[in-house]
């Protein structure tokens, strides 16, 4: 894993995490379309409604977004264009919360775990602490969570959008450096 700071590009094994772009709208937008993919996120709607992939793609590129975002880039490996997307949000006190979901076609791939981890050794927002929260009925997102050296901190729940309703959550953190 290699880090160019000049273009925020994150070189991984299979992948690269670069930046998001206008052009990745097509991708994110049948990805997102999908429920099983909405469901495991607290803020995609299904159905999904004309422009939230836009909206999206222009909040994360505005220049005082509180996100930084990079696209799982697989096509300088043969694969998709947009394997899926990874997040962190600044918090308080050098602190940042992760998020991340892969299509539902690269599911039980890797691609997760590479991505995280690849986040966690080049920490771009220079965070002391990182935390993620997963929802008790996706086991499989706190197992990338725990691979990557993150702890269980405790239980929570968050409005789902997509389910419209609270859902019981596991939530992590990882000290950095």
């Not at 772009?21 to 996120?41: C, F, H, V, W």
């Amino acid at each position: 894993m290699n880090v160019d700071t000049n273009a925020s590009v994150i070189l991984c094994d299979r992948f690269v995490l670069r930046p998001l772009r206008a052009s990745d709208r097509g991708l994110i937008k049948m990805y997102t379309s999908d429920e099983r993919l909405a469901r495991n996120t607290e803020s995609i709607p299904h159905p999904l409604p004309p422009g939230a992939t836009k909206a999206f793609i222009d909040r994360g590129l505005a220049e005082n977004s509180e996100h930084d975002i990079w696209v799982m880039d697989g096509s300088d490996h043969g694969l998709a264009e947009v394997l899926g997307v990874i997040a962190l949000k600044r918090l308080d006190d050098r602190q940042s919360e992760i998020g991340y979901w892969v299509a539902p076609a690269f599911w039980n791939t890797g691609f997760a775990s590479e991505a995280l981890g690849a986040i966690v050794e080049a920490n771009p927002q220079g965070a002391e602490t990182l935390f993620g929260q997963v929802f008790q009925d996706n086991p499989a997102s706190g197992k990338v969570l725990t691979h990557c050296g993150f702890q269980y901190l405790g239980d929570a729940e968050v409005f789902c959008v997509a389910r419209d309703a609270a859902v019981p959550t596991w939530t992590y953190l990882r000290k950095c450096g």
